[in-house]
């Protein structure tokens, strides 16, 4: 990839492509992409793979072709220049491999970094321009941004339901509405979560596995909100080769001996105060999700979850997959009507299905 030496847009949008590839394997990390570029020319380019991992900037830099003394280093984050963490800062080596000039979209709101970058680089004498493409980087990084101001995780909340907003016919029933495109997309969603939450009667009614199955990607932590602790323990998600990714959050009034046979299958029980129906109370839950380093959470169903979060307000996106078929009677999901305070992100099809995206303003 060429281009003249003021094109920083080019080369800032390579760096966003390449921090996307990180998706799903960084967390709690950012998505970080780096490019150096010496007159015109690209020389190396990186990005962060895996948390623990070498970080975009010195993937890029120790990987470049040629010398980088005098080049220009792309990066869709503020380098970071503090040793609190597994990797050593980028800052040091920016400066040692003799760049001039760093170009990024956002700053790193770590408090350990937030603008601090800069400053170590303007002192060493690197000219640095941001803010290019900020609003790009900041969608690419939301679920890194919220998690480091909120210290609790983002929340998408997904529905599959029809036109006419029901989500089964009955409470106690299984029903497939949407096709398979939309069902690829779910599993695509859960590839780049760091969980998957659903609620005991989904569990008792679907017993579904919430793994990534037809697409690329690592399966997310399942969390089972529990409170009267009734999950069989036949459950797929207790029965599964991973089930350490499993788990159950109930009251602390559960019944002991059945922890220990959950615990004694490997998932991980988390027990809470809970209210006079064993309902659990969401602010600590997500608390607690944000001290286990748990940057984003897919809430899947059912019916008294998704009521739980929405009236919570404990939401960042709704996503709405609408078939096209009507139920007349049946389960309520949400209706659109009652999402007019939100912003419409996005409406579009997913083969026979509707997908319809709002986001919560800031």
Known sequence: MTADDGNDEVFLKRSLELAAKGTGNVSPN????????KNGKVIGEGYH???????????????????????????????????????????????SKG??????????????????????????????????????????????????????????IKVAQSIDGKISKSKNEQIWLTGEE????????????????VGANTIAIDNPQLTVRNVAGRNPKRIILD?????????????????????????????????????????????????????LNLKDVLQKLG???????????????????????YFDEIIILQAPITLGEGVNGIPTSSLNHLKKNSSEKIGKDLKLVFKKGE
């Open 49 to 95: 793979k895996k948390y623990g991992e070498a970080h975009a900037e010195f993937d890029a830099l120790i990987n470049s072709t040629e010398d980088a003394e005098g080049a220009t280093l792309y990066c869709n984050l503020e380098p970071c220049c503090h040793t609190k963490k597994q990797t050593p800062p980028c800052v040091p080596l920016i400066k």
């Open 182 to 197: 939309s069902n690829r997309f779910v599993h695509q969603l859960r590839a780049v979560h760091d969980a998957v939450m």
């Open 99 to 156: 760049i001039s000039k760093v170009v990024f979209s956002n700053l790193d709101p770590n408090p350990d970094v937030n603008g601090e970058g800069i400053k170590q680089l303007q002192d060493n004498g690197i000219e640095v321009l941001t803010d290019l493409l900020k609003e790009e980087g900041k969608e690419l990084n939301k679920f890194y941004f919220n998690y480091v101001k909120k210290k609790i995780p983002y929340i998408i």
């Open 227 to 279: 409170g009267k602790l009734n999950i069989n323990l036949n459950a797929n998600v207790l029965i599964s080769e991973d089930v350490e990714n499993t788990w159950i959050l109930t009251s602390k009034n559960s019944d002991k001996e059945k922890i220990n046979k959950i615990t004694g299958k490997g998932a991980r029980v988390f027990q809470f105060k809970t209210d006079a129906d064993e309902r």
């Open 291 to 313: 001290e286990e380093k748990i940057t984003s959470l897919f809430v899947e169903g059912g019916a008294d979850v998704f009521a739980q979060f929405i009236d919570g307000k």
């Open 30 to 37: 950012p998505l970080v992409g780096a490019v150096v570029v």
